[in-house]
């Protein structure tokens, strides 16, 4: 059974902390993908990776980045959390090479909450 | 810019009424895909369904049918015969383009369905 992995389920964190969301999945996917759902808004894309130490801004990156050191693994981190980051996040998979109509495998989500 | 339009934020239904998700698409490109997928209470989205662009055939699965027309740009979701575990926020997403080797992916704001026993 195909697998994204996110390592919290619910979080909470103080204004000014960095924080890092951790992502694993057992695919061998090329393309990972962190979204942010708010309520009204759907997902938004925040970065996307199509390759190890590859990186690339999605629709809402500030305050965020990304780190893929490894293929199965795609963090994102909160370089210092601020209230408006609270959200939930979601990572997901996709393989490059089967093109557009290729749906993406999604993790359980985090539910990040800043105080 | 590609765009998708889910009017519909939430629905109310009675058990084993038949539902219709609506979802509107704007893309410039000739050659793209719709996706539904399903995020029960668990959080996980699940994928549903697939449609390219050159395929307007309706599917049927089980008690899910989708509705394609690409002269309208919609991709309509039908549920007959609802359930309780229909309950869950469905997202409808349009994917087209190729830059750099990603495929871009536009997700609607998603219709939360409760299914009322």
């Known amino acids: 059974d195909v697998k994204v992995t996110q390592s919290s389920r619910y979080l909470v964190k103080r204004t000014g902390e960095k924080v890092f969301l951790e992502c694993v999945q057992d695919m061998d996917h090329e393309n990972m993908f962190w979204y942010r759902q708010d309520p009204g808004l759907g997902l938004r894309l925040i970065y996307f990776s199509y390759d190890v130490k590859m990186k690339e801004k999605g629709d809402i990156p500030e305050g965020y980045s990304v780190s893929r050191e490894k293929k199965e693994r795609f963090s994102l981190i909160l370089e210092s959390a601020s209230t408006n980051q609270t959200s939930m996040y979601l990572c997901a998979s996709r393989p490059m090479g089967e093109g557009m109509g290729t749906e993406a495998f999604f993790g359980q989500g985090t539910r990040l909450t800043v105080v | 810019a590609q765009k998708v339009t889910q009017a519909q934020t939430e629905i109310s239904v009675v058990e084993k009424e038949d539902v219709t998700l609506d979802c509107v698409y704007e893309?410039?490109?000739?050659?793209?895909?719709l996706f539904w997928y399903k995020q029960p209470p668990s959080g996980e989205l699940v994928f549903l369904i697939r449609r390219n662009s050159f395929d307007e055939q309706n599917e049927i699965s089980g008690r899910y049918s989708w509705n394609f027309q690409k002269s309208t740009s919609s991709f309509n979701f039908t549920i007959t015969a609802s359930q309780v575990v229909d309950s869950a926020v469905y997202f409808c997403a349009l994917s087209e383009g190729n830059s750099g080797g990603y495929q871009k992916v536009t997700f609607g704001t998603g219709t939360k369905l409760q299914v009322i026993p």
């Open positions: 893309t410039r490109d000739t050659t793209y895909y």
